[in-house]
Nanobody, 114 residues
Framework: QVRFVESGGGLVQPGGSLRLSCTGS????????MGWHRQAPGKRRELVAS???????DFADSVKGRFTISRDKAENMVYLQMNNLKPDDTADYYC????????WGQGTQVTVSS
């Protein structure tokens, strides 16, 4: 069964940065368009960033210009660089394929607060 493991979350002040990392079993990262999804308290999970197999990226309007998604094929990793973080970015962050085709991992918690 495909499994994802996310890491890199934490508590950061507004304006700060974090880099989230994700690896998936069965080389899933190198076989599908991948996405970072997040779920804020009381809200539905949403896709915030995605990257295709050929490296094209797309972002939700709320994070455009602040977040960057990248993939390291050799290491089977996907990253989410988050800059200029805002309190509204507070959420649990998960990686999965872009269309969330596999079970969710544990996620990594991001809290943006002063």
């Amino acid at each position: 069964q495909v499994r994802f493991v996310e890491s890199g979350g934490g508590l950061v002040q507004p304006g700060g940065s974090l880099r989230l990392s994700c690896t998936g079993s069965e080389s899933i990262v190198n076989r599908y368009a991948m996405g970072w999804h997040r779920q804020a308290p009381g809200k539905r999970r949403e896709l915030v960033a995605s990257i295709t197999l050929d490296g094209r990226t797309d972002f939700a309007d709320s994070v455009k210009g602040r977040f960057t998604i990248s993939r390291d094929k050799a290491e089977n990793m996907v990253y989410l660089q988050m800059n200029n973080l805002k309190p509204d970015d507070t959420a649990d962050y998960y990686c999965n394929t872009k269309f969330a085709q596999y079970p969710w991992g544990q996620g990594t918690q991001v809290t943006v607060s002063s």
